[in-house]
């Protein structure tokens, strides 16, 4: 079993920025790809931004030059920095991990409780 606690998030003025956290607890052998998702009132959860065991990253296109992924293996933590925030990311921010708890078998998704990004115009 894995626990996921994110961090960060709140009250953001437009322009502003905002940092994440997501740090993962629990029978963990490795990571494979940790992954930031959003949720806004109405809409389907999208990704955001992911980045695999190697420092791989991808972006959604609408925040490609403004959020930065990044993972502390050592941690088992994954952060998302979010810079020139807009309106428009508001949402409910989710942490995703897969997991795989032991040398051999498959990976496992988990998913944090999420935390809550407004942004005010």
């Known amino acids: 079993q894995v626990q996921l606690v994110e961090s960060g998030g709140g009250l953001v003025q437009s322009g502003g920025s905002a940092r994440l956290s997501c740090a993962a607890s629990g029978t963990i052998f490795s990571i494979d790809h940790m992954a930031w998702y959003r949720q806004a009132p109405g809409k389907q959860r999208e990704m955001v931004a992911a980045?695999?065991?190697?420092?791989?990253?991808s972006y959604e296109d609408s925040v490609k030059v403004r959020f930065s992924i990044s993972r502390d293996s050592g941690k088992n933590t994954v952060y998302l920095q979010m810079n020139s925030l807009k309106p428009e990311d508001t949402a409910i921010y989710y942490c995703?991990?897969?997991?795989?708890?032991?040398?051999?078998?498959?990976?496992?998704?988990?998913w944090g409780q999420g935390t809550q990004v407004t942004v005010s115009s």
């Open positions: 980045i695999t065991s190697s420092g791989s990253t």
């Open positions: 995703n991990v897969k997991v795989r708890h032991f040398p051999v078998g498959r990976g496992y998704d988990y």
